[in-house]
């Protein structure tokens, strides 16, 4: 019964992962340039040829169509069907692991699933969107914090009062270190080190996953991208002062804290 029921898990999260990847390669594409999300269509970006149902299919579209637009043969980048799968493995990963306890299906652990996909979907969109155009759209991160702290108050926290302390700290540590940090930075050297976009990406994650997630989270960042960072400008031989986008080491961060960041604390603090 429980392989069953892993299955059928495994199964439906990566069918809607997959098409919810498919949407957020949309959201990618056109919410930096601010496009509407839902019109025009879903179109060749070439040509702005009309993408039919059937070209539209998630990973198995780009591969009967040979990586190519149907009309005008321009390629299409691997990016799409890479989002669309790992999409697809996050929401089956996350709704196997909160949705199945021993051989049964738990409905509320669904639920936490789901959201936590959710997540981690607004972090895979600010991830690509910072990388492309080194911002983070105040349309993720502003109702995130908000959407964030109601989650944590009536869903993730066991009361309410508890869930609105610890996702308000979550907040306040998540937007209050990063401009901490930019002030004095820019006090120092009169230039701007960080964008105000991180705070708000920082504050978001604290809503939804609490202050101990914001020291965690900011901690993997800045580890990651220090070591991204250095190796970058090892390899390519670019000035020190080369901008790299800050948002993916704090998705990185996040989804990583949501996997084993409970553990690693309990780890360290010895219980």
Request: glycine share 12%; hydrophobic share 55%; with cysteine.
């Amino acid at each position: 019964m429980e392989t069953q029921v892993t299955i059928f898990l495994a199964v439906t999260g990566f069918l809607f992962g997959s098409t919810i990847g498919s949407f957020l390669n949309v959201v990618i594409w056109r919410l930096p340039r601010g496009e509407s999300l839902v019109l025009p269509g879903s179109h060749c970006p070439k040509c702005d040829t009309p993408i039919r149902w059937y070209d539209n299919i998630p990973l198995l579209s780009w591969i009967i169509l040979g990586a190519k637009c149907r009309h005008c043969r321009e390629p299409i980048s691997a990016r799409y069907p890479a989002i669309e799968l790992v999409n697809g493995l996050f929401f089956a990963a996350y709704l196997v692991r909160f949705g199945v306890d021993g051989d049964a299906l738990v409905p509320f652990g669904v639920l936490i699933g789901a959201v936590w996909y959710l997540f981690t979907a607004a972090l895979i969109a600010v991830t690509m969107i910072d990388i492309d155009h080194t911002i983070i759209p105040d349309a993720i991160s502003l109702p995130g914090i908000v959407l964030g702290l109601l989650v944590n108050m009536f869903l993730f926290a066991p009361t309410w009062k508890s869930g609105l302390i610890d996702g308000g700290l979550g907040v306040l540590l998540g937007g209050g270190i990063p401009l901490t940090i930019i002030l004095v930075y820019y006090l120092l050297t009169k230039r701007i080190g960080m964008g105000f976009g991180d705070p708000k990406l920082l504050a978001m994650i604290g809503a939804f996953c609490g202050w101990q997630a914001v020291l965690f989270t900011l901690f993997i960042a800045s580890l990651s991208g220090t070591i991204v960072g250095v190796s970058y400008v090892a390899i390519a031989g670019k000035d020190r002062q080369f901008p790299i986008p800050f948002g993916p080491f704090l998705s990185l961060g996040a989804v990583l804290w949501l996997w084993i960041g409970p553990l690693v604390v309990g780890w360290y603090l010895g219980f």
